[in-house]
């Protein structure tokens, strides 16, 4: 048998288990695959925050960050000392409504740069 008729097989076998099970594979990725990849972009972008938050307490006297889930996403406020002065990713909500039910004791201090 030569590689041509090797390679023939192979691709047989590939285009039955397509026509196969194409479908289920279609309706798995729809109701499973599409969650677990916005899943994921959503951990990355809560990871990069999280990063540029840590990045700009490091800068500060007394930095710190706390993470907070207003309306379900996570952000992170960056203090100096006990004063918030910004937001990761950006927020239009002032600060007394976004740390009013957070636990600042929780804040994570950051490694001075």
Partial sequence: ??????????LGA????AVKYGPQAKIA?????????SAAAKRAR?????RKAMKQ???LK???????APGGSTAYVVFTGDQPIATYP??????????????????V???RA
């Fill in 46 to 50: 809560s990871v990069t925050a999280r």
């Fill in 90 to 107: 950006s927020s239009n909500l002032p600060y007394e409504v976004l740390l009013a039910h957070a636990d600042l004791s929780k804040r």
């Fill in 14 to 17: 590939g285009a039955k288990l």
């Fill in 62 to 68: 007394d930095g710190s960050i706390l993470k907070v």
């Fill in 57 to 59: 307490a490091a800068t």
């Fill in 1 to 10: 048998m030569g590689k041509a008729a090797t390679t023939a097989k192979v």
């Fill in 29 to 37: 990725w729809d109701n499973g695959g599409k969650q677990a990849g």
């Fill in 109 to 111: 201090r950051a490694p």
